[in-house]
């Protein structure tokens, strides 16, 4: 296995309305490059998108919009729920300025209804007829994005797709992620029945 570990900054991995486009590099670019270097695989069911947090995010934003390059995506404490993240008070969502946030997402308040919510895109993209990714997400039941993770199951469970979905005590912190990146490698490789 090949671990392949790019910086997003703090973009989310979006295209930013005002900065680099970091889907497409990470989506379009980033594997095209590393397999001209390395002799990695060129299989969709070999190519796999794993991310914590704001990264669980771009895992999933970026493989669902790339679904023919990636088989599968994983999100740890993913911040599946942009909208709800953008406009919460948890510290993690108020240390970013406003005009940062509008240099990602054009306006942070508004992206529920556009491709950048999961949910969203995730109904596009099956209505398109493009194939999605198996999904998996692991969150700690103490986190504070568990609520957001929670809604992102449900819809997507009511588009019919219906994500490999783990809670264990925890926060948002390595502990949890050290902890469980065993869990999400399993799953990548398939290596449980999940």
């Given at each position: 296995?090949?671990?392949?570990?790019?910086?997003?900054?703090?973009?989310?991995?979006?295209?930013?309305?005002h900065?680099?486009a970091?889907?497409?590099?990470?989506?379009?670019?980033l594997?095209?490059?590393?397999r001209?270097?390395?002799?990695l695989s060129?299989?969709?069911?070999?190519?796999?998108?794993?991310?914590?947090?704001?990264?669980?995010?771009?895992?999933?934003?970026?493989?669902?919009?790339?679904?023919?390059?990636?088989?599968?995506?994983?999100?740890?404490?993913?911040?599946l729920?942009?909208?709800?993240?953008?406009?919460?008070?948890?510290?993690?969502?108020?240390?970013?300025?406003?005009s940062?946030?509008?240099?990602?997402?054009?306006?942070?308040?508004?992206v529920?209804?556009?491709?950048?919510d999961l949910?969203?895109?995730?109904a596009?993209?099956?209505?398109?007829?493009?194939?999605i990714?198996p999904?998996?997400?692991t969150?700690?039941?103490?986190d504070?994005?568990?609520?957001?993770n929670?809604?992102?199951?449900?819809k997507?469970?009511?588009?019919?797709?219906?994500?490999?979905?783990?809670?264990?005590p925890?926060?948002?912190?390595?502990?949890?992620?050290?902890?469980?990146?065993?869990?999400?490698?399993?799953?990548?490789?398939?290596?449980t029945?999940?």
């Open positions: 296995m090949a671990v392949v570990m790019p910086s997003g900054e703090n973009s989310s991995y979006v295209n930013m309305a900065g680099e970091y889907l497409d590099y990470i989506g379009r670019e594997p095209a490059f590393t001209k270097i390395f002799p060129r299989k969709r069911e070999e190519t796999w998108l794993a991310g914590l947090s704001m990264g669980g995010y771009g895992a999933f934003r970026v493989g669902l919009e790339y679904p023919e390059t990636f088989g599968r995506l994983a999100a740890l404490s993913g911040a729920d942009m909208q709800a993240l953008q406009n919460s008070q948890e510290a993690h969502a108020t240390k970013m300025p406003a940062y946030k509008n240099a990602v997402f054009a306006d942070y308040r508004q529920a209804g556009t491709r950048d949910a969203v895109l995730l596009q993209q099956l209505a398109a007829g493009r194939p990714p999904l998996f997400m969150c700690g039941t103490e504070f994005i568990l609520p957001g929670e809604a992102f199951y449900r997507a469970a009511q588009l019919g797709v219906t994500p490999v979905f783990e809670k264990h925890g926060v948002h912190n390595w502990e949890y992620w050290d902890g469980h990146i065993r869990d999400v490698l399993a799953w990548l490789t398939g290596e029945t999940n």
